[in-house]
């Protein structure tokens, strides 16, 4: 499925059939596959369908990248089909494990939240906070919907601002402020026959749908590729004639950073990297009739990655690692100014 293609005009169960299809084709990313497929089959209503496909991966022999955001996604779905107690003894285990990722916090928190769990989702959200967030540091992109979704709620029992909340306005960019998009009566102001109630309420929720396609917006990224130090080398070796594309490690890894920072600067969006390894790419150039030692053949290599889910974003938070796999922080390695 394109990025702009209208989400009413997918096909939702044969776009799940597909990626099922291409995670037996490309096992080693099974895990991205399936679980675009399980968001169809939710979609599609086939919510049992979507549990098979989150126990698939949990029962998988290979160790998964996001284990817990699995069990997040499918304690979700299995709620909303009414597992309600299987559901929560998953969101309980999560909450124990305490995992460093924000993505499984999110999905738990919500849905205690949809289901008018108030009190756990506020206990779960600022559970994540405290383990997440380092005080006196600007809060990480993943981690915003934490406190905006701890925002909410503490609007919706009442509760007064807190130095989180302070925090999520200070990282809200919409021109609506949080205490309005959180508001628990604005849902009473569609009711009133005052137009220029109904136009600013119209106004407002504009302004939340925008943040919610933002949030729930996975757009085709434009990927460079990477190769790391042993694969370039074992790549070269193998293919001189792309030695001439790779003069050295160091330059491969000087150009990936340059032509990131002048497609941002041109203004493009949502820039990536894909990681390759020789045997991988080997096998798509089979797969094209291609010789691996054509070089118009690794940017379809780089957009294939991307395709099946293989994109890291970039730039990467500044304390975070850097893209390159040195250890230090981005901020200390290619993202130095």
């Known amino acids: ?38 968001a169809h089959r939710e979609l599609s209503g086939d919510r049992p369908a979507a549990t ?7 029962a998988s022999d290979a160790d998964l990248d996001q284990p817990f955001l699995v069990r997040a996604l499918k304690a979700s779905n299995l709620w909303e089909y009414g597992h309600e107690a299987e559901a929560r003894a998953i969101i309980t285990g999560i909450r124990a494990a305490a995992p460093r990722d924000p993505a499984p916090w999110v999905i738990v928190a919500e849905s205690l939240e949809a289901h008018d769990e108030l009190e756990q989702a506020h206990e779960t959200f600022t559970q994540a906070v405290r383990l997440l967030l380092t005080e006196g540091t600007r809060p990480p992109r993943a981690t915003h919907p934490l ?3 701890r925002h909410r709620v503490r609007r919706m029992l009442g509760a007064a601002h807190d130095e989180w909340d302070a925090l999520a306005d200070t990282v809200h960019t919409l021109p609506i402020t949080l205490d309005e998009l959180h508001d628990p009566k604005r ?45 370039l080398t074992e790549l070269t ?46 096998a798509f150039a089979a797969s094209e009739l291609s010789s691996p030692a054509d070089p118009a053949l690794l940017p379809q290599y780089a957009t294939t990655l991307a395709a099946r889910g293989r994109a890291v974003a970039w730039p990467p938070e500044r304390t975070a690692a850097c893209w390159c796999g040195s250890g230090r922080a981005y901020g200390e390695c290619h993202g130095a100014d």
């Open 187 to 231: 849902v009473w102001s569609l009711g009133s026959e005052n137009p220029a109630e109904l136009e600013a309420e119209i106004i407002r929720l504009r302004a939340e749908l925008g943040a919610f396609r933002e949030a729930l917006s996975r757009p085709f990224p434009v990927a460079v590729l990477h190769w790391p130090a042993n694969e």
């Open 52 to 58: 098979t496909l989150y126990d698939r991966l949990l």
């Open 147 to 149: 406190l905006f979704g």
């Open 237 to 282: 070796e193998a293919y001189p004639a792309l030695a001439e594309e790779y003069p050295s490690y160091d330059a491969h890894l000087a150009t990936i950073e340059a032509a990131l920072r002048e497609l941002a600067s041109s203004g493009t969006p949502n820039l990536g990297i894909v990681t390759g390894t020789v045997p991988s790419y080997e």
């Open 1 to 38: 499925m394109r990025p702009d293609t209208p989400a009413e005009n997918v096909d939702h169960t044969a776009e799940a059939a597909r990626l099922e299809r291409a995670a037996d084709l490309y096992p080693e990313d099974a895990e991205a596959l399936l679980l675009r497929a399980a």
